[in-house]
């Protein structure tokens, strides 16, 4: 009998090694300050996606999740409605970032809304524990930082901006990268084998949008679907994981190869080592996370803050200010954060003449910012064309200050500014839970906070997170 051909075994794969990690990491392999962070993620989180119930980016995914309907899985986040998992999985991508409050994740940024919703309610249909859940959310946010990490954009996504010469470069073109972590998260919670959720991950990589980052910023008037739906990357990931659970293959080398994700992606290359090396060992997402403290683009939040040290400290009145010069980052060049036309709650996250507006009418932080009674009321577009935005590109930036505010009284000029750093790195967990209570205040009455509050802080204990839902 002719002897049998060897067997040949292939090397581990990138895509197979993020599987096996997800299909191996255990609560107790999370480092301390990992699990606590990750709690005040998802907190802020999901503080967010209550108060995004007050938009109508927020109020239409409801709606569209109550009409998918199915099988009663997964809580619509913030209401008493259960769904399918896909379903709720779309609603709570779009809620979590309806209001452009949740934290950002350097790199990819806008990370948690692609990542947290699908684990969310997978994690909910599956009836798992406070820890298991800690770890898929600490996982989906890992695995999507070291894929963001490894992927070199060069110059083929470098953004034009207006009266500039040279190209701005941008974190990520898009969102689409972010599948992976999210299968990571859910197939881990479905119970899905490495093998199934590298299946998955290939599954996922060719749904994966095209990056539409720069298209978004450049168009006025603005969209919902922003610079991706959250909510449709979610329900993709549901999509991949429960197919892949029943049989459905997709491509298991998904990353690797000259034709890979990141050359599908519009990239010019990647480094595979930036997502394997110490895997497990090292974290990253816990230490690059930051919690924004005003629900706009993330661009404006130093310059913000020190508006409001400004007009805080000096008792300033909006009549009594005769013009606001602000210097941001390059992002404040382009139209979208230029435009004093706020025609819908988008626009209001992203046009830095209307923060400004908003900060110096003394309109309480979150919600309320991005409601039409706000955003239509003549005093605020009044005060807008008293704000003059300037970038970090202008030839003289390094002579102004961060914000200069110049007042009129009388005859009497008067001007006060502000330079530097503002914000600390991180969020105070007394801070969070008061951003917690402001976003959910006209959804959930004291008690029910204070009772999600608790759920959060003490989410080890939770033998469901179901309980957390309700």
């Not at 881990?188 to 990056?211: C, E, F, N, Q, T």
């Not at 999509?239 to 990239?267: K, N």
Request: glycine letters at 8%.
């Amino acid at each position: 009998m002719p002897s049998k051909p060897p067997v040949r075994i292939k090397p581990m794969t990138i895509t197979g090694e993020i599987a096996r990690f997800a299909s191996e990491l255990k609560y107790e392999d999370l480092p301390p300050e990992v699990v606590n962070e990750t709690k005040r993620l998802i907190l802020d989180s999901l503080g967010c996606a209550v108060g995004g119930l007050r938009t109508e980016k927020g109020a239409i995914a409801v709606r569209l999740a109550r009409r998918l309907g199915g099988p009663s899985e997964a809580t619509i986040v913030g209401t008493r409605d259960k769904v399918s998992t896909a379903a709720a999985s779309f609603a709570a991508g779009e809620l979590i970032n309806a209001l452009d409050y949740e934290a950002l994740l350097s790199p990819p940024d806008h990370a948690t809304p692609y990542v947290m919703a699908a684990p969310l309610a997978i994690g909910e249909m599956k009836k798992v524990s406070g820890k298991e859940f800690i770890v898929a959310v600490a996982l989906a946010h890992e695995v999507a930082t070291r894929i963001g990490a490894s992927l070199i954009f060069g110059d083929r996504f470098g953004v034009k901006i207006p009266e500039h010469e040279g190209l701005m470069s941008i974190p990520t073109p898009g969102y689409g990268l972010c599948a992976f972590g999210g299968v990571a998260g859910a197939g881990r919670l479905l119970g899905l084998s490495a093998d199934k959720i590298a299946h998955a991950m290939g599954i996922a990589g060719y749904m994966a949008p095209v990056p539409m980052l720069a298209k978004f910023a450049f168009t006025l008037p603005s969209s919902m679907s922003k610079y991706l739906s959250a909510g449709f990357l979610s329900q993709a990931e549901v999509t991949a994981v429960l197919l892949a659970e029943m049989g459905y293959t997709g491509d298991r080398e998904v990353l690797e190869g000259e034709y890979g994700f990141w050359r599908a992606f519009g990239c010019n290359g990647w480094i595979p080592e930036s997502i394997t090396e110490g895997l497990g060992k090292r974290w990253y997402s816990p230490y690059r996370i930051f919690y924004k403290t005003f629900p706009c683009c993330g661009a404006m939040q130093n310059a913000l803050a020190l508006f409001q040290t400004i007009i805080t400290d000096n008792g300033l009145q909006p009549d009594e200010i005769e013009e606001v010069r602000a210097q941001l980052n390059p992002l404040a060049a382009l139209p979208l954060w230029q435009t004093t036309q706020i025609e819908t709650h988008i626009e209001a996250q992203f046009s830095v003449p209307y923060v400004f507006a908003v900060m110096a009418h003394g309109i309480e932080i979150g919600p309320s910012w991005q409601a039409q009674e706000t955003f239509s009321d003549p005093k605020i577009a009044e005060f807008m064309r008293k704000v003059k935005v300037f970038t970090h590109m202008d030839g003289d930036a390094r002579e102004r200050p961060d914000v200069e505010v110049l007042l009129h009284r009388g005859a009497r000029r008067k001007v006060h500014s502000r330079s530097g750093l503002a914000l600390r790195d991180k969020m105070t967990d007394a801070e969070l839970i008061e951003k917690f209570k402001r976003n959910a205040r006209t959804i959930l009455d004291e008690e029910r906070t204070n009772r999600a509050i608790n759920c959060v802080q003490r989410m080890e204990d939770l033998s469901d997170i179901s309980q957390l839902l309700q």
